[in-house]
């Protein structure tokens, strides 16, 4: 019986997911260094845990997911489901997070950006939805200012890797959105991995903590497997001077989204909601 409801549950999920939301392609003519020609997400079989996992991405785009009138606040955020840039943890870490997000009245983008094994690819990505948002912010009634992202596991790496490489052109500009900044004006990090890939397992030497990296919110657990990542890159940034705000719990593991039945799955998002207030502060 159990095995039933977890299929017909999956069953809804992959119904829903092509068709409820808008869907904005990131590229309007070919995908930067992709070899392969664009097509549909790839949805890998189920592990009978209920968490929909896209295992291929050849034309990244963002999922629009808009809050209640009354509820918006003109505030964006980008979110970057996790999955080892292999898969992308699609219900567990974007469409569960960008629900989250609209009830508390954010507008939320979750980004199929490109995987597997495509951590450049996955960079222009990002840096794109953030110009692609910010250049149609009046459709949304945003603003183009306030655009921050947010990730899980390899998402908060991605999510980290466009906090402080803002500066970087990784691809030349496809039209005129690319003028704009890719600079997100937060981010917030949940159980991130990759960030302690540096000599002696110091910063990845990708991250670079110049003036220009904006405030970044970071939630972990001591018996994470990659909790050094978090603890690294809160170090990092009090030596830099920059704001961060860490929290870190004693265990909770990693991968949880805010599925309820975790101390962890259910505290991050309280503490997030109240560091957002404070750091997403839009100008309408």
């Known amino acids: ?98 629900g989250w997000l609209n009830n508390i009245g954010y507008t939320a983008f979750v980004l199929q950006y490109r995987v597997p094994g495509k951590k450049e690819g996955a960079l222009q990505d990002v840096q794109r939805a953030l110009r692609v948002v910010a250049g149609r912010a009046g459709e949304w009634k945003t603003d183009p200012r306030n655009i921050g992202v947010m990730g899980f596991s390899a998402g908060a790496s991605l999510s980290a890797r466009a906090c402080t490489n803002s500066g970087k052109r990784s691809y030349n500009p496809v039209d005129s959105a690319d003028s704009l900044s890719c600079r997100p004006a937060f981010g917030m990090l949940i159980y991130p991995a990759y960030l302690d890939q540096g000599p002696n397992n110091t910063l990845t030497t990708e991250l670079k903590l110049t003036s220009e990296v904006p405030p970044i919110f970071i939630f972990q657990t001591a018996d994470d497997p990659y909790a050094n990542s978090s603890l690294v890159m809160a170090s990092a940034m009090r030596s830099a001077k920059l704001p961060v705000e860490e929290h870190l719990l004693p265990e909770g593991g990693h991968g949880y989204g805010l599925r309820p039945g975790k101390r962890a799955a259910e505290t991050w998002p309280v503490l997030a909601e109240k560091w957002l207030k404070t750091f997403s502060k839009p100008d309408m």
Do not use: H
């Open 1 to 98: 019986m159990k095995k039933i409801l977890t299929l017909l549950l999956m069953a809804i999920s992959i119904a829903s997911f092509s068709q409820k939301k808008e869907i904005i392609f990131l590229w309007p003519g070919k995908v930067p260094g992709e070899a392969k020609e664009k097509g549909e997400p790839v949805i890998a079989p189920s592990n009978n845990d209920n968490i929909i996992r896209l295992s291929e991405i050849t034309n990244p785009a963002i999922e629009v997911w808009l809050p209640e009138p009354s509820k918006r606040n003109g505030s964006s955020v980008i979110v970057c489901p996790g999955g080892g840039y292999s898969i992308l943890a699609w219900d567990l870490e974007g469409t569960e997070i960008a």
